[in-house]
């Protein structure tokens, strides 16, 4: 008699796509996990054999994939969702975002912001995000109170706000942090400088100096307007990619969240060192910046992951949309049907944002050895009725509606559609709260 191996779980599914291997379905398989890892991706019948799991899920019409990446958010600003629209980046920023900001962001402002935008992830498929807001320690203990893997950015801005007074204090308070917290398994950490025209060359340097020991990444925005452009000329008579390389930030480290505006010279300076970028469509077009040129950043082989970036900008944490924003936008912006395929697109929601954040060996596919880290798709809705490719299925038609279960490090966070971690009522009244509150002092 053959002798079982206990295990904790085992999900049943009618299709698995893994991402790695590349272009992989899975036709009737099982994943078995133990102690929050994956340990046996291998066909129902053979596992049923094989393993004795304390937990048998059977998906029958389902599609597992890897958990989606969010590689640039601003998790905390789900509580300004809508709160000023149709305006361009730099009257949106100085005239509605930042004002709201100064007034009512703090660290409860952060915790609640971050958990809604946690709720609104795990229901969308999102299994970790990179984050870029003040107050990262109220955002890590959100995180760490939901179970979603994070990357807490280390934010650092030259000019002074309630929660540090200069360049200095930011990266003292996000070196803290980092240090309490390091360790933790589902935690990462990134530095944050916001942007070029936020952040000095000094504070530049000094990051630098941290992220060579540290060996972590540089998330920032780059690139996002032709207005930063024109304004980094003006003053400093380069363009900010020009800057940034000459501070020698360029690196495998890097990741520039936008990229909108650029020259040949540049994307090939981008290939030359490594870099990644966060390709965010959908908050391009919102604030009318223009249309990043991925099709010429992936024929350059770059690694290019996905972001939302804040609900503010963007007004939903979709990466279902994103991705099919993403393959769409390539093909029109390239007249190449067949740039970028539904395939690379769940590739760049996944094990891109992976690399790109330095996770890759962790999780970003479905393989043994990596966390399980795990999204469930119901292919069931009419809808969604017949399925010829299940990875054309998931970028061109399945929305975050379809996704019904999600599992971080082999935890269920989310079940038939259930959070299992947060409460939904609760985040209502705490967000129509803080509604209240910035409605009350009229920033919005």
Not at 15 to 36: C, F, Q, R, S, Y
Not at 379 to 407: K, M, Q
Request: charged share 20%.
């Amino acid at each position: 008699m053959t002798h079982l191996v206990n295990i904790d779980t085992l999900l049943e599914a009618r299709w698995i796509v893994p991402v790695e291997p590349a272009d992989t379905v899975l036709l009737n398989h099982a994943i078995a996990i133990d102690k929050g890892i994956i340990i046996a991706i291998i066909p129902i019948v053979q596992a049923l054999t094989q393993f004795n799991p304390q937990e048998r899920i059977v998906l029958g019409n389902h599609v597992l994939i890897p958990g989606l990446i969010n590689l640039h958010t601003h998790a905390a600003m789900s509580l300004m969702r809508g709160l000023a629209d149709d305006l361009p980046l730099m009257e949106w920023l100085n005239k509605h975002i930042w004002p709201t900001e100064s007034q009512h962001v703090d660290p409860d402002f952060v915790f609640d912001g971050t958990r809604l935008a946690c709720a609104e992830m795990l229901r969308g498929g999102i299994t970790c995000f990179n984050d870029m807001y003040f107050y990262p320690e109220a955002a890590t203990e959100a995180a760490l109170a939901v179970g979603i893997r994070a990357a807490i950015g280390m934010i650092i801005i030259d000019f002074p706000t309630t929660y540090a007074s200069d360049a200095d204090d930011y990266l003292a308070k996000g070196l803290a942090l980092r240090d309490k917290y390091h360790q933790h398994p589902l935690l990462s950490f990134c530095f944050a400088p916001h942007a070029p025209y936020t952040v000095s060359d000094k504070a530049f340097a000094n990051v630098l100096t941290y992220a060579e020991q540290l060996d972590l990444p540089i998330h920032l925005h780059l690139h996002e307007t032709k207005d930063e452009i024109k304004i980094s000329l003006e003053t400093t008579g380069m363009r900010p990619i020009e800057r940034l390389h000459k501070l020698g930030l360029f690196s495998p480290n890097l990741i520039a969240v936008h990229m909108v505006h650029l020259t040949d010279e540049e994307i090939r300076l981008m290939k030359q060192h490594g870099c990644s970028i966060a390709h965010c469509p959908s908050s391009n077009m919102k604030l009318a910046n223009g249309f990043a040129p991925v099709a010429s950043l992936l024929d350059q082989d770059i690694n290019v992951g996905l972001g939302t970036d804040g609900a503010a900008s963007n007004n939903r944490l979709d990466m279902f949309e994103e991705m099919r924003l993403t393959a769409l936008l390539a093909k029109a912006e390239s007249g190449r049907a067949d740039v970028l395929t539904a395939y690379k697109a769940l590739q760049m929601a996944t094990l891109a944002s992976a690399r790109a954040l330095g996770l890759d060996q962790i999780t970003g596919s479905l393989t043994t050895g990596k966390a399980a880290d795990i999204t469930a798709v119901d292919f069931s809705d009419i809808n969604l009725i017949p399925c010829y490719d299940p990875v054309s299925h998931l970028v061109y038609t399945a929305g975050r509606e379809h996704v019904s279960h999600v599992w971080v490090n082999g935890k269920i966070l989310l079940k038939d559609r259930q959070l299992t971690t947060l409460d939904e009522l609760e985040l209502y009244h705490r967000a129509t709260s803080w509604q209240q509150r910035i409605r009350a002092t009229g920033t919005q």
